[in-house]
């Protein structure tokens, strides 16, 4: 049936092999760069926008009958592979921080990524009419945006304007290629340093401060804005500027810059842990009705037909039944093969699929509040460490088969999270464009289903091929060191116990912070204390918050003069340049490490430091003036 006897019939092209075909390609090609972004950047950013404006341009260019449910199920695809990557980046390389992998297993994390995957959406079907259909309170900004953008790519379409495509589509490449140039002076020609930083020492202080050289953090400032930017910049700021000077102890180490870092990295990092666990069970405590009718619906859903019409079916309950006991299957299978052990396998099996419901409704609660960008997956994964780890200790398990047990439900809960906060935004963007339900989870499985078999290669490429490898300074892992340091503190008899008191004072700082972000919140003003991102700041390395800090305020400066209910408008080429950044950077990171793989070596040309020091100071300029030049607004925006 063609387009035409398609829409007389009442019915628009949506799945079609031509969107399988490109919505897996994207799904694979979005997983393997947010590996990189989310070993670097420590967070991630959503693939949908950037998805859909590429599946609109190529259907545009290649073919004459495409429809706008056709670029919907295609970005819905590809952003599976965004948010399972996330997932994975941020628990299984702590797999081998604490020794008991040498390099990544592939099945193990192949079968993660599928059952956690999977979980995420089965979890979330139920939760569908909860959250998308029947709540007024949620605004979904990122599914809005992105059904907004599909409706002008079909309007100009229908007109024959082919203009405004072919603008997002320079906007994406010119990023693209922004990105990768950067990539390839930093990383295979030597011009740009990584990071610029400096320390000193007072006394028996340090005082340190630096910014990595990245555009892709730039574009994720960009894309996040500069409330949250601001925020990870104060959490970076209370770490790094206040709280390392304030500990002291710089007699111990004969560097500054490394003594910064260890500093941060043993003691005043568990002060964001701590702020993060108050964020996790305050999330938790925000969704408890809506989790409550979650159970509800699953039980209805159970008890009756499934709808007839299209727009409101979901995969059928009892396929929803029979995948989830193959995840559980799985999973089962899983932690005994990491564990060795009956009981602790069937405890931490229990634990996963417990935890894993609960935090598919934070998420989805979180997706609709604030985005799919912002969501505080970090958070949630401290808090199932730390619940998991508490049991396994009260149930007297220890070593490294406690290690592994706990990261391995760290594991799945991230999975579940990430995935069904994805699964809620796209399904709202469907519901603003007339998606079926049961069509775009279809697609959401196959994505999960393909990229899942991606991570372990794109982590064992880059672990082999990176300087210091996953863990070192290039691609320091943030949350997968901090959880191997969790598990550790737990379970290790040999290594070093928690610093609890820093955890404590995170503690009370995160109470603090909610109560200051209620007050605001009372106050209806425009910025907000949000805790995660906070948090976030306080445990990631400081060079990273600065270009996050940078691109929020390029975002300010564009829409500075704007009415807040046009900044998507007015910021939307810049979110697409940005993506473009960050899949360029990316991508051609990832393609430099398979370089190195096959034996091709980096030039690193044989140039005076301060010279090397000059071209990234001269380059970091160039990058801010490419985001103000390239990002702003169309004139017509």
Known sequence: MDAQAASKAGRRLEITPRVIVLGLLLSVIMGAANVYVGLKAGMTVSASIPAAVMAMLLFKVLFRNSSILEANQVQTCASAGESLAAGIIFTMPAMILIGYWDSFDFWSVSMIALTGGLLGILFMIPMRKVFVVQNRDLAYPEGVACAAVLEAG??????????QSSSEGISLITGGVFGALFAIASKFVGLVLGTLEAATVGGSRIFYFGGDLSPMLVAVGFIVRLNVAVLIFIGGSLSWIIGIPLYGHAQEFSDPIDGAYGIWSTQIRYVGVGAMVVGGFASLISVRSGLKAAVSELWSSLRSQQASDDGQRDIAAPVILMLGALCVLMLAIINYRFSGGVAISVLSTVVMLLMGFFFTAVASYIVGLVGNSNSPVSGMTITSVLVAGGLLWLFQYSGMDAMVATLGIAAVVCCVACTSGDVCNDLKTGS???????RQQMMQIAGVGVAAFVMAPVLTLLHNNTEGGIGGRELSAPQASLFAQLARGFFDENGDSLPWGMIGLGAAIGLFIL??????????????AHLMPIAVGMYLPFGIATP?????????????KSPAETHDRVLHRGVLFSSGVIAGEALTSVGLACLAALGVQSLDLPLPAFAITAISILAALLAVLGFAVFARPNRES
């Not at 079909?154 to 203009?163: F, M």
């Not at 603003?432 to 049961?438: M, Q, S, T």
């Not at 109560?515 to 907000?528: A, E, Y």
């Not at 996050?548 to 500075?560: H, K, S, V």
Request: net charge positive; no cysteine; glycine share 14%.
């Open 154 to 163: 079909q309007e100009s379409s229908q007109s024959g304007d082919l203009q």
């Open 548 to 560: 996050i800090f940078i691109g929020g305020l390029i975002a300010y400066w564009i829409t500075r």
């Open 515 to 528: 109560g200051l972000d209620t007050l605001l919140k009372m106050q209806k003003t425009g910025f907000r």
């Open 432 to 438: 603003l464009v007339g998606a079926a339900p049961f």
